[in-house]
């Protein structure tokens, strides 16, 4: 276990994640940007609604604003940008993290061809190795923060305690929505 830890920590493996990270928040900023991530189709706009898949119903959807695109553009050139620096890549990690679950959530949810399923996993989990790498600064900056917690250490560390607890439950709902998603479409073939 520690020699995994030792191996997730390396400042090699940490620098490759980064710019792995930047180079595809770019990427798909860009086409966001220049309008080819989310065009409207013929095809689609001809048929009814109920008669539209969910990745034709997910496009339209998020390419009918444009300014809705624009702002997940946005915020990941800022996540992107934030990964360069070694003192801000911790926010940028933090402020990518819930902007590419969600887009697995949509491609999960809208069946969204599975190429961009594995790109949006696999970015995530180079976050998740970048904020566990960063855990302990996290941390510190956790229990240490006067503005954050004005009580004594002990409570402190039961809220932060109370929050894990949420979030591996939260996880855990995540979990079991998954697999019941992957049940579902199993049983129906």
């Known amino acids: ?40 189709s013929d095809i689609s706009m001809s048929k009814k609604v109920n008669e539209l898949s969910g990745f034709d119903l997910a496009w339209i959807f998020f390419g009918h604003s444009y300014a809705y695109t624009y702002c997940i553009a946005v915020l990941q050139i800022i996540g992107a940008l934030l990964l360069v620096f070694n003192r801000t890549k911790l926010i940028g990690a933090l402020l990518l993290f819930p902007v590419l679950f969600n887009i697995i959530m949509v491609d999960v949810f809208y069946k969204i061809p599975h190429g961009a399923l594995a790109v949006a996993i696999t970015l995530l989990l180079c976050l998740i190795i970048l904020i566990f790498n960063s855990r302990n600064v996290l941390i510190n900056l956790i229990l240490d923060s006067k503005e954050l917690f004005q009580k004594p250490l002990v409570i402190r560390r039961e809220i932060i305690n109370i929050g894990i607890i949420a979030l591996l439950y939260e996880g855990l709902w995540i979990l079991q929505m998954f697999i019941n998603l992957v049940l579902n479409n199993t049983l129906q073939r």
């Open 1 to 40: 276990m520690n020699r995994l830890i030792r191996l997730l920590s390396n400042n090699k493996l940490d620098l490759t994640l980064r710019l792995f990270v930047i180079v595809n928040m770019y990427r798909y900023a860009h086409a966001k940007i220049v309008g080819t991530q989310f065009p409207y």
